[in-house]
């Protein structure tokens, strides 16, 4: 198994890492308080964490959806978390034109799992030579991220990670087959598991996602009985008025649940 070193976490150590914030930077008040719950979690279990959040959200259902505040502006706020929690950033990338930005701030990259079959997307973040966790396609079999992979592979980057996020069952929901998790560990990248996105619904919520955020603990408890290297999970402190997938986000007031769950502690 491969480590890929982000800021100063390793994934694909001997602990389990954390992969945790709001879906999208929506302000400074929102992603600080975020931040302050991921870094408390951090810091009383003891446990790495990455802090993840989108400065843009690119891939909306409705044109009417929540994209973004300013892509300057968000990554300012992130930089800011970054300096004042001392919490390494992972967010994603949407397009070539993005990166240049990003990588001001970013530790990670991330393919977001629509995108993950663009080749110049994924080879042009892989030129960073920062890491790129990769998302898995709704649409693909676990098999398929493989060449997705080695695409970074070839660009001379070897930090390289792979995140199952559920898989498409008929229309507007998902199911985790975690034989995937095994299939893609067999690849000898760091594995990660999205337990929020997992959960979601999409289009199930009159023109935007919706979700069940009952199965976040279990599928979180599961994956980690599996054998992966990171937990991912959206949290933010007010879901139910958050500005993108307020169905599935993880309240804030639950992390230390989730953290306990999935340490068996």
Do not use: W
């Not at 929540?66 to 001392?86: E, P």
């Amino acid at each position: 198994m491969r480590q890929v070193k982000v800021g100063g976490v390793t994934v694909g150590g001997k602990d389990l890492v954390l992969i945790a914030g709001p879906c999208a930077v929506e302000s400074e008040e929102i992603t600080f308080a975020a931040a302050e719950a991921v870094a408390r979690a951090r810091d009383k279990y003891k446990i790495p964490v990455i802090f993840k959040s989108s400065y843009k959200k690119a891939n909306r259902l409705s044109g009417d959806s929540f994209s973004t505040i300013g892509i300057g502006k968000a990554l300012s706020i992130l930089q800011d978390v970054k300096r004042r929690y001392s919490l390494p950033i992972l967010t994603d990338v949407h397009n070539i034109d993005e990166i240049e930005a990003a990588i001001e701030v970013a530790d990670c990259l991330q393919i977001p799992a629509f995108l993950c079959r663009q080749t110049e997307l994924v080879v042009a973040a892989a030129k960073t030579m920062l890491p790129v966790n990769i998302k898995k396609g709704q649409f693909l079999a676990p098999e398929d991220m493989q060449p997705i992979a080695e695409k970074v592979i070839a660009a001379g980057n070897n930090n390289v990670m792979l995140t199952e996020r559920g898989t498409s069952f008929g229309y507007r929901d998902l199911v985790v087959d975690f034989r995937g998790l095994v299939i893609m560990a067999g690849f000898g990248y760091p594995i990660i598991f999205d337990a929020t996105h997992s959960v979601q619904k999409p289009g199930a919520s009159g023109g935007t996602s919706g979700g069940d955020p009952r199965f976040i603990v279990p599928l979180a408890r599961a994956a980690v009985a599996v054998g992966v290297n990171a937990i991912f999970v959206e949290t933010h402190p007010d879901p139910k008025n958050a500005l993108s997938d307020k169905d599935c986000q993880l309240p804030t007031t639950e992390l230390n649940n989730l953290v306990e769950n999935i340490l068996g502690l």
